[in-house]
């Protein structure tokens, strides 16, 4: 019997502006990565996420991010990093608020679109996260692809890290994301990323981008909310996990 955290980016709309159907989700997975107001968000939908959360006992997870809104945090910044550890620190600061009003806390920290595949390999942005975490509340446990520096240095930092692998992202050989600029990067077919999320939270390979055999070790999935068909793709996936024998849960306890 293997055991599977589920979790989805939510709380990315802004303002009127809407972006995934957080409702349906929070039925869905185990786990919600909420946005954070820098790269998507805003409070008045990160306290009704947070307290939709609650309701329906899903963990709570801060979804840091560049302070990028036009570019959803998809685009690079360079930023000092001192100043970026206090902007992860302000984030957190702020759902957390919002997280101890629902009648909860934030229970993890994972890093969004570009400052997630940055930290991966940039140790001064890495190290500026990392820090950021440890000072607001070492406790926490942080997100991220097995071998990269985030979740090195956070390790070393005391911090609990916890491997991650994504359902609807192809893979290259190394175990890295495939860029969003790619062909084939994102995955759209529900049967097909149901039944690689099976394989991988069963220990099992799926086929990397290069179409050789690759086994992922993660404690979590990622459903990306935005994605189109996001809930359908996590409902399938789900009731594949199930399916399978897989207990989910989140990873937080």
């Known amino acids: 019997m293997a055991d599977m955290d589920l979790n989805a980016d939510m709380g990315e709309g802004f303002?009127?502006?809407?972006?995934?159907d957080d409702s349906a989700l929070l039925e869905v997975v185990t786990s919600a990565n909420v946005a954070c107001g820098f790269h998507a968000g805003d409070p008045s939908i990160m306290r009704r996420v947070t307290a939709e959360a609650v309701e329906r006992g899903v963990a709570i997870g801060a979804h840091v991010g560049y302070a990028d809104k036009a570019g959803f945090g998809r685009r690079y910044v360079d930023i000092e990093p001192a100043a970026l550890r206090d902007e992860v620190v302000y984030q957190l600061g702020a759902l957390d608020a919002f997280a101890r009003i629902a009648g909860?806390?934030?229970?993890y920290v994972k890093p969004h679109g570009a400052l997630y595949n940055t930290i991966g390999r940039d140790v001064?942005?890495?190290?500026?996260?990392?820090?950021?975490?440890a000072e607001y509340d070492k406790t926490l446990p942080v997100l991220g692809l097995p071998g990269s520096e985030?979740?090195?240095?956070?390790?070393?930092?005391?911090?609990?890290?916890?491997h991650e692998a994504f359902a609807d992202r192809a893979y290259t050989p190394e175990g890295t994301l495939v860029s969003r600029r790619e062909p084939g990067s994102v995955l759209h077919d529900a049967d097909e990323i149901a039944a690689r999320c099976t394989a991988m939270a069963t220990g099992q390979a799926i086929r990397d981008i290069a179409g050789g055999s690759l086994v992922v070790d993660a404690s979590s999935i990622?459903?990306?909310?935005?994605?189109?068909?996001?809930?359908?793709?996590?409902r399938k996936v789900r009731g594949a996990l199930e399916g399978a024998g897989v207990t989910l849960h989140p990873f937080t306890g």
């Open 222 to 234: 990622c459903v990306h909310g935005d994605t189109p068909g996001a809930v359908e793709i996590a």
């Open 15 to 20: 303002g009127s502006w809407s972006m995934g």
């Open 124 to 133: 001064e942005q890495a190290g500026a996260v990392v820090a950021a975490v």
């Open 104 to 107: 909860d806390r934030v229970r």
């Open 150 to 162: 985030w979740l090195r240095l956070a390790g070393e930092a005391g911090l609990t890290a916890v």
